[in-house]
């Protein structure tokens, strides 16, 4: 393992070591993450399915949807997954700030028995 201290600066921003940067492949985006001691900062990596483009293509071709209306079909109903994401953030913040959002842990995980 390899360590390098780095300054923050007043607007409490650091600059990664050129090294660290290329080894591990960052680009725009850094995705930290709060750990118990410290913070992680990795680079964020494209996934390939975060828009949930695969899980589309296959739910069509399961369909036997092909050519030029599975091209259609999906264009279609990739238009409905930003809005569809808005609305779960939305009930999720309604339900957060509502006493119904109000779980304890054993609520939510069950007890251990």
Known sequence: MERKIIRV?????????QK??????????AECV???DG?????????????????IL???ISQGISGQELLDKFKEQSKKVHPAIKKLIAEA????ESDQGKK?????FGTED
């Open 58 to 60: 296959a739910d069509l």
């Open 20 to 29: 660290y940067f290329e080894v591990l492949g960052f680009q725009s985006e």
């Open 34 to 36: 709060l750990q118990d």
């Open 9 to 17: 600066s007043m607007k409490r921003q650091v600059t990664l070591p």
């Open 39 to 55: 913070i992680l900062i990795r680079p964020v990596r494209d996934s390939g399915g975060d828009d949930f483009s695969e899980q």
């Open 104 to 108: 304890t842990l054993d609520e939510i």
């Open 93 to 96: 913040d309604s339900l957060a």
